[in-house]
T-cell receptor, first 114, second 116 residues
């Protein structure tokens, strides 16, 4: 595997379900991010992790719960979601310092909440 | 002050034409301005980026023009091809605190269609 991978690619869940999204980066980066992408809206940054430590939580509802067990893996745990949470969830990674500011994105998980 | 405004929302260009997408920002602390390209079913991928110490950067058919005083930057795609049809996002970030990850503020995206 290369780059940033995300599983599953598609997820349909009911409002009472609990599910998790998984992200893995194979780039040796030390920062990871979760974004929400909705149609015709800017990408919304949800969470940022530096070296496994969460540094940002941009007013995300508690029904989204991130977990970063190590610098290569990132999870987003979902529970009691709302239909408006249906979106593409993107994971990204980057280096923390130096000239490499580029964020590398995974292909995303298309989430549908019914 | 964190917003990045992008226009147009959609753009249709004939093959061989020039595609121009514009972005404006307000936060003067921004010092890194990337453009991302996203194809359906894929995540965004970095296309080209610029820092405010230069007014223009060119990579192949893609050029960023940067106007620091106006707080605007734009992407020009020369000799546009049908394979360039995708959604383009501008973004901006500042240096933040030492050791912290840079946060990108994205524009709302431009859907480019290049007609054959």
């Amino acid at each position: 595997e290369t780059g940033v991978t995300q599983t599953p690619r598609h997820l349909v869940m009911g409002m009472t379900n609990k599910k998790s999204l998984k992200c893995e980066q194979h780039l040796g980066h030390n920062a990871m991010y979760w974004y929400k992408q909705s149609a015709k809206k800017p990408l919304e940054l949800m969470f940022v992790y530096n070296f496994k430590e969460q540094t940002e939580n941009n007013s995300v509802p508690s029904r989204f719960s991130p977990e970063c067990p190590n610098s290569s893996h990132l999870f987003l745990h979902l529970h009691t979601l709302q239909p408006e949470d249906s979106a593409l969830y993107l994971c990204a990674s980057s280096q923390l310092s130096g000239a490499e500011y580029e964020q590398y994105f995974g292909p995303g998980t298309r989430l549908t909440v019914t | 002050q964190q917003q990045v405004k992008q226009s147009p929302q959609s753009l249709i260009v004939q093959k061989g034409g020039i595609s121009i997408i514009n972005c404006a920002y307000e936060n003067t602390a921004f010092d890194y301005f990337p453009w991302y390209q996203q194809f359906p079913g894929k995540g965004p991928a970095l296309l080209i980026a610029i820092r405010p110490d230069v007014s223009e950067k060119k990579e192949g058919r893609f050029t960023i023009s940067f106007n620091k005083s106006a707080k605007q930057f734009s992407l020009h795609i020369m000799d546009s091809q049908p394979g360039d049809s995708a959604t383009y996002f501008c973004a901006a970030s500042g240096s933040g605190s030492s050791g912290s990850a840079r946060q990108l503020t994205f524009g709302s995206g431009t859907q480019l269609t290049v007609l054959p």
